[in-house]
Structures are given as C-alpha cells and as structure tokens.
C-alpha cells in the first residue's frame, strides 16, 4: 500500500464528540478532508448547523446530532442515530470538554462531578457505547482521546488553578493506555493527543491572565493554531497508525518537554 492510501480515508465514518467549534470542529475539517464523512455532536443545534454548513462548503458530508454527554441515557441513542444514517463508525473522536477555574481548596463539588462525568465519564460511555454496536463486531476502529497536557503535568500557579480539569485528563490518559491493551485483539488502536494550549473558548480566560507566561514556558513561543492538530488526527485515523496504540502524543510546541 502506497503512503497516499495510507491516509486516505473514503469511505470511513468518523463520530467526532464537541464537534462544532474550536478543536472538535478542526478535526472534523481534516478527517472530512481526508474523505471520512463525519458526524458531530454537541449541545448547541445552532452551533452544530453552522458547523454543518461551514463542513458542507468544504465538501465534506456531515451529519448533525444535538446531544447532552451530561446525560448517560443519552449516549446509546444518540450512538445509533449515526449508526441509522451512516451504517457504521470507523473512528470514534472523544473530544468535548469543559474546565473549571478554581483553587482546589474552594472548588464546588458539584463542578468537580460536571467535569470528571463530561471529561472522563463520557469518554469511558461513547467508547463502551460505540465499541459493543460498531468497532468489536467488526473488528476494527480507531478511537482518539482528546486528553491535554494538563493530564501529563501540575498546572503553574501563575496560570488558571484547574485541579477537575487536570484530574479528568490525567483519567483519560491512563483510560486510553489501559483501553488499548483491552482491544487491542479487536483490531482497534486507541490513542490521545494531548493538546498544549489553542485559542479556543474554553481556553480564553487563562489565556488572557496568563498569555505571556504560557509563551515564556512554550520552547516554540506561540499558541496553537488551527491546523496544528489536523495532521496528527489524521495519522491517528488511518491505517498509517496500524500498529500504533496506547500512546499519549502532545501537541503543545515542547511545553511538557521544558
């Protein structure tokens, strides 16, 4: 097999969890790209159609599900809604997320359960969910965590105190590890990246207390852009990835390096 069709994805149906906006909606562009129709979900109907219709532009077929992960009950129907239009899931992308700005001697509990429920629990759900009714009957997937660097190191008590955020991530990396020894004899690889810090609505308010520092620790000296995630998402998809699984990749300009 050549390296080109290594990549390519045609006929591949990615399920891509908060995919109207910011990270989801970028991965979204590149599997699509690639030639994966993609279906994305988030709570927003209105965000999810401009989502649609910004992936429609690019020729990209998208299909559009309104959905709660906060709601567990949720995950299986919404799961074979897309099973319904599209046949099957090739690649699960677990990427919505929230974060809490809190010191951890104050933080609310009732905001540590939202967190580690949408950040952990979801994942562990969508990915039971998706594997049972798509990827172990047919032996094959791709499943990638969005997890962060903040899963991988202590926050610096110049920069927001997220103590949830960086417990539920910390989760999702050993989840991933874990989870990828367990399937590995399904044929399925499961992998996370771990993104430093991208301009995004979740990010904006440490990234306006904190700009400079963030920039004083990244080796590159620069945030995230919109394309910095695409080509590893894309390897992480494909059959270039076959023999690739359980592993944590950052994507943060060396900061976790430092």
Excluded: C
Excluded at 12 to 22: D, E, F, M, P, W
Excluded at 155 to 166: E, K
């Amino acid at each position: 097999m050549n390296v080109k069709k290594l990549f390519d994805l045609s006929g591949r149906t990615a399920l891509i969890t908060g995919g109207s906006r910011g990270l989801g909606l970028q991965i979204a562009e590149a599997l699509g790209e690639m030639g994966a129709k993609v279906a994305i979900t988030a709570r927003k109907g209105g965000e999810l159609e401009e989502a649609k219709a910004h992936l429609k532009g690019m020729d990209i077929d998208a299909l559009t599900v309104v959905n709660d992960l906060q709601n567990t009950d949720s995950v299986k129907p919404m799961v074979e809604q897309v099973l319904k239009s599209y046949g099957q899931i090739d690649i699960l992308v677990n990427n919505a997320g929230a974060a809490w700005g809190a010191p951890a001697e104050d933080h609310p509990l009732d905001a540590w359960y939202k967190i580690i429920n949408l950040n952990l629990t979801a994942v562990f759900l969508m990915s039971q969910t998706v594997g049972k009714l798509s990827m172990i009957p047919r032996k094959v997937g791709r499943i990638i965590n969005v997890a962060s660097i903040a899963g991988l190191v202590g926050t610096d008590p110049r920069m927001m105190p997220t103590i949830a955020y960086n417990a539920s991530k910390g989760g999702v990396v050993n989840f991933t590890r874990s989870l990828a020894v367990e399937w590995a004899h399904h044929g399925i690889t499961v992998n996370a990246i771990a993104p430093g810090v991208f301009p995004s609505k979740m990010s904006q308010g440490m990234i306006d207390k904190a700009e400079q520092v963030i920039l004083e620790m990244t080796p590159m000296k620069r945030l995230g852009t919109d394309y910095d995630l695409k080509g590893l998402a894309v390897l992480l998809a494909s059959d270039a990835s076959a023999y690739i699984t359980g592993q944590i990749v950052a994507v943060d300009g060396g900061l976790v390096s430092m």
